[in-house]
């Protein structure tokens, strides 16, 4: 069975940090370009981050630019996002996927159930 589950999440202060990690499992995803989405209350999900197969491209949505990075693993199957200068919008349900259709990255159709991040402020 395939599976992506975010772990990480949690409640921090403005200004914190907090590192979210996703372990991919039922096959490789060392080829396949990876990212995060979040989820407010009341709101879209929103595209935060993304990064290609090797690693070699990433790309960031403006409002976390600057505060977010993204990487990945692939001997592990993992990818992470390290996120610093957390502000309390940033306050959503976190979600790994490899569903980047929105930027216009490819659009395989596996995510996670999502972990919750609270920004305290």
């Known amino acids: 069975q395939v599976q992506l589950v975010e772990s990480g999440g949690g409640v921090v202060q403005a200004g914190g940090s907090l590192r979210l990690s996703c372990a991919a499992s039922g096959r490789s995803f060392s080829d396949i370009a990876m990212g995060w989405f979040r989820q407010a209350p009341g709101r879209e999900r929103e595209f935060v981050a993304a990064i290609n197969w090797n690693g070699g491209l990433t790309r960031y949505a403006d409002s976390v630019k600057g505060r977010f990075t993204i990487s990945r693993n692939n001997v592990k199957n993992a990818i992470y996002l390290q996120m610093n200068s957390l502000k309390a919008e940033d306050s959503a349900v976190y979600y790994c996927?490899?569903?980047?259709?929105?930027?216009?990255?490819?659009?395989?159709?596996?995510w996670g159930k999502g972990t919750l991040v609270t920004v305290s402020s």
């Open positions: 996927t490899t569903d980047l259709s929105k930027i216009g990255w490819s659009a395989m159709d596996y």
